[in-house]
């Protein structure tokens, strides 16, 4: 038989399970992201370009995960990194909640970047150690489909949540809401 026809059926099991829902609450989070940007503005009262540094924190987090994720890594492993990754980008996401002031966004902007950005190239290697090389590629492509849905459901939902009582804030929520479902419920 061809290696193909001996591979064993994809089998989604709670490890890469896991590993979407990584995938999908930092999607998440990165589309709304975006359209959150002018809202924080208005808020703070900042011109465009100040208020477009929070998305240089967030590639600056970006830059820093990848000049710690190996360490990261090595150290606890590719799934613990994961894990850890996602957690930080938590503490991101509710430093963007609580605080309002400039300063704590810009941080809580990069503390996310870190963190998610860890989450996700932690996840990518816990698939491919997980998995042989064609389900590996084929649960990545699911996975990038996940989080990209989670997205544009995050950017409907910032439209619906900027005019309800709840405020564009809650979107940020939902995020966090999603790291601890998948925690719970899959892993």
């Known amino acids: 038989a061809s290696p193909v026809e001996s591979e064993a059926p994809f089998r989604r099991d709670r490890l890469t399970l896991a590993m979407y829902g990584h995938l999908a609450v930092y999607g998440f989070f990165l589309f709304v992201f975006g359209p959150v940007q002018p809202l924080l503005r208005d808020e703070q009262g900042t011109s465009r370009t100040v208020a477009g540094l929070h998305g240089t924190a967030l590639a600056l987090g970006a830059i820093i995960a990848g000049l710690l994720n190996t360490r990261i890594g090595h150290r606890y492993g590719p799934e613990r990194a994961s894990w850890i990754g996602i957690t930080v980008a938590g503490v991101g996401m509710i430093d963007l909640i609580a605080f309002r002031s400039l300063t704590f966004t810009l941080l809580g902007a990069l503390i ?76």
Request: without cysteine; aromatic residues 6%.
């Open 112 to 187: 996310t970047g870190v963190g998610g950005s860890v989450a996700i190239i932690s996840s990518t290697s816990v698939v491919h150690e997980h998995l042989p090389a064609q389900q590996a590629e084929k649960a990545l492509t699911e996975a990038n489909a996940v989080a990209s849905l989670s997205g544009a459901a995050g950017t409907t939902l910032v439209g619906l949540l900027v005019v309800s009582r709840f405020g564009w804030r809650s979107t940020f929520i939902v995020a966090l809401i999603g790291m601890v479902l998948v925690r719970v419920f899959i892993y």
